[in-house]
């Protein structure tokens, strides 16, 4: 889902589990969390490339 308020563009990615607050009872080597939080974050990273949010083609 997309939403747009002033100048900000908000995405939703349902994942069924908070993709930003990693289980801080569990180690970060075990169950490959490090690993899981990098595969989230170059994910995040594509939608940016992809959209050119990280380009001023939104302002005239």
């Given at each position: 889902a997309l939403s747009f308020r002033k100048s900000k563009i908000y995405i939703k990615i349902p994942r069924g589990y908070d993709s930003f607050e990693?289980?801080?009872?569990?180690?970060?080597?075990g169950d490959k969390l490090?690993?899981?939080?990098?595969?989230?974050?170059?994910?995040?990273?594509?939608?940016?490339?992809?959209?050119k949010l990280n380009e001023k083609i939104w302002t005239s």
């Open positions: 990693p289980d801080l009872s569990k180690p970060i080597r490090a690993s899981k939080i990098q595969i989230d974050l170059d994910a995040m990273l594509q939608i940016v490339k992809i959209l």
